[in-house]
């Protein structure tokens, strides 16, 4: 429990941080380069640049001064509003997975920041501390999970009924110690080798191209790079050297890049939770209740199936983002050999056993596929008939890019057809689809919010049908396997009522 | 398919109602689109808006025969049914689709009844899930009022969120 109190006083630092951050760029053209310029427009400018500022300083101080937050032993309470009084309570039960960023400057200064994501849709879905001590953070997260303990029963008494044992009491209160089991952590060579894979070294030429145009909007480069470009391409050798120096770069580049991303990746879990961290200069953390991770999804490019490589998510039904950056953490290290991370995720969730032997589409789905008709080969066709552009002088343009779309989209589902497989296993469901790029989405009965077969009228001619599965997810996930034969579609129904058996209920009161 | 002979059905009022609500949207479609034709009469606008105009009533054409056909099938194809688990819904003319939805999943029910349901004595029941919502259309209003009570019932048992 933690009585009603106000937040870090350092929140007021990092909003006024934010503010410089914010407003340098007009103070710098409103005062520094047009500092001669007489106009009205700057001048009421730099009026209304003041009058905002103050005003930003004193709400930012009220703001501070009216907020606070309290925990009992079930849920939040957060008190804010300078005018109108606000007071949200939260229940602990809600929260869905909690999600820590440290950035640089709360490094410097011993700071964190932690949110805690509900489900619940809009604006105030998260409960967010954005500046507390490491010690404040801990803190709050162990009143939080504390509350939760009871019901990790579920997953052993689901594992107990499968067995069909009647002894659901499976010791739960275990006085093991909440030691973390750590699974993972990239070595130098993974890493080197994730750095590969990931391009992220081909980001070097956009950052150098728009620090380019950033630079020339101040100061005029291009005449000097002209005349760089015509003595580099008078000789040979210079190409050659300048080619192998960005190349050599953009490694580098890249290295760095994924170093300072999965540098200190790390995957660890004890019996209640998954815990996921990464980063180096600015950390970042993903903690989720095993119960509460609705499906996992194992992604694969083209590039990590010739490599053998997997991406694993987790997907919880809050919100996995801060703030405005998408920090993808939710996902298992994204450079996984395949086998390790399937052996990772039946050691994080012993329910999920992905059985790797799954069925594939009969051959008359793949003819219906052919038949589909290709709307955007159609519009993007049409537009090339009428528009009949000619792409480096080449007047044949419309027809070869029409026939190059053709021949990628025949390949695309052809490709789909032989990578899409499908699995009831137990409670799982295991959907695999894809043609470049291949997703398996693992899921258990329960978690499954809605189901939902259709035909069309192609598909009756064929004797096929297309399942479609929802669950929880921010936004709410769909996961479809067309064309599948109308026998696995009876099935799939009969898989889906059965959950009946696993779910726990409320007590009504 | 074995497990899914749903045997409820809509309202047999269903079809003359759909044709009913079907006529007054497409008098009043025809009238904005005559308006336009006028306009374009009268203020000689572009000769491509004439063209779309052409189009769109073209396309409004073939609706207007589509909504003759289609009350009929479309009360034919749709079936529903409940217990005291899930509620099954299943229609489609072109394409069929079926539902289930567990009842421990629904969040709200509602019944809402607009002016010409209201002449056919029809209501259509409508379900909130945490993922999406779906309606059961044009129900006789005592049996959507029964339908309402007793989702509601069977939904006041929430399974443990996880």
């Known amino acids: 429990m933690i009585a009603k109190r106000r937040h870090h006083p350092a929140s007021i630092l990092f909003k006024y941080g934010l503010l410089v951050r914010n407003l340098f760029f007009l103070f710098l053209i409103l005062f520094i380069f047009n500092r001669t310029d007489p106009s009205t427009i700057i001048t009421y400018g730099r009026y209304a640049f003041l009058a905002y500022l103050a005003y930003s300083i004193v709400s930012t101080l009220l703001t501070w001064l009216t907020s ?47 949110r805690f994501e509900t489900a619940t849709a809009g604006e105030e879905a998260s409960v967010k501390f954005d500046v507390l001590t490491k010690k404040g953070a801990a803190r709050i997260e162990e009143i939080v999970e504390a509350k939760r303990k009871p019901e990790v029963r579920e997953e052993t008494e689901i594992g107990a009924k499968e067995d069909d044992a ?134 694969q490019s083209f590039i990590k199936r010739l490599l053998g490589l997997a991406e694993v998510k987790l997907i919880s039904a809050g919100s996995l983002s801060l703030g405005e950056d998408n920090l993808d953490i939710s996902s298992l ?125 192609l598909q009756r001619l064929f004797g096929l049908r297309s399942l479609e599965t929802v669950t929880r997810a921010k936004p709410v996930h769909h996961s479809y396997l067309t064309d599948a034969p109308e026998t696995l579609a009876s099935d799939f129904h009969q898989w889906y009522r059965e959950r009946t058996n696993e779910i726990e209920l409320e007590p009504v009161e | 398919m074995n497990d899914w002979n749903l045997t409820e059905q809509l309202a047999p009022k269903a079809v003359p109602y759909w044709r009913m ?49 289609s009350p009929p099938l479309l009360y034919k194809s749709w079936r529903y049914d409940l217990d005291a688990e899930f509620l099954y819904l299943q229609f489609g003319i072109w394409e069929r689709t079926e539902q289930v939805i567990p009842m421990s999943k629904i969040q709200a029910v509602a019944m809402k009844q607009g002016p010409i349901m209201r002449k056919y004595g029809l209501a259509s029941l409508s379900v909130d899930t945490m993922g999406s919502n779906h309606a059961i259309p044009a129900l006789p209003k005592n049996i959507a009022e029964q339908l309402r009570e007793r989702i509601a019932q069977f939904a006041k048992i929430k399974e443990v969120e996880q």
């Open chain 2, 21 to 69: 609500y079907e006529l007054v949207t497409n008098i009043i479609s025809a009238l904005v689109l005559g308006v336009l034709f006028f306009l374009d009469w009268r203020f000689d606008w572009y000769t491509w808006i004439g063209w779309v105009l052409i189009g769109i009533a073209v396309l409004f054409l073939l609706s207007v025969i589509w909504s003759i056909i």
């Open chain 1, 68 to 114: 606070s937050y309290a925990l009992d032993a079930e849920r939040f309470h957060l008190y804010n509003g300078i005018f109108n009084k606000t007071e949200r309570t939260i229940p602990f039960a809600k929260v869905q997975n909690i999600n820590r960023h440290t950035s640089f400057f709360h490094k410097v200064l011993g700071l964190t920041s932690i």
């Open chain 1, 333 to 457: 290290y994204p450079f996984l050999p395949k086998a390790k991370a399937y052996a990772i995720v039946s050691e994080l969730l012993p329910s999920y056993t992905i059985q790797e032997e799954m069925e594939r589409l009969p051959r008359r789905s793949l003819w219906l596929r052919m038949l589909k008709p290709s709307w955007l080969w159609i519009i993007v066709t049409a537009l090339l008939v009428f528009f009949k552009p000619d792409f480096f002088r080449i007047e044949q343009t419309w027809w070869i890019a029409s026939a190059l779309l053709l021949v990628l989209i025949i390949m695309s589902r052809v490709l789909d057809f032989l990578h899409t497989r499908f699995c009831l296993n137990g409670q799982l469901i295991q959907f695999k689809t894809g043609g470049f790029t291949t997703s398996l989405f693992v899921t258990k009965r329960e978690k499954v919010i809605e189901v939902k077969v259709t035909q069309n009228g």
């Open chain 1, 166 to 299: 009647p002894s659901a009491e499976i010791p739960l209160a275990k006085p093991k110690a909440p030691a973390r089991t750590i699974h993972f952590r990239p070595t130098t060579r993974e890493l080197v080798k994730a750095s590969f894979t990931s391009f992220s070294f081909l980001l070097l030429v956009p950052l150098l191209g728009s620090l380019y145009y950033n630079i020339s909007d101040f100061i005029n480069l291009e005449d000097r790079v002209d005349g760089l470009v015509g003595d580099v391409m008078s000789s040979g050798w210079i190409i050659a050297a300048t080619v192998l120096v960005i190349l050599l770069a953009s490694l580098a580049f890249g290295i760095f890049q994924t170093f300072r991303k999965y540098g200190k990746y790390e995957i660890a879990s004890d019996d209640k939770r998954i815990y996921i961290q990464k980063g180096i200069l600015s950390e970042t953390s993903f903690s989720i209740a095993k119960d509460r991770v609705q499906a996992i999804e194992v992604n």
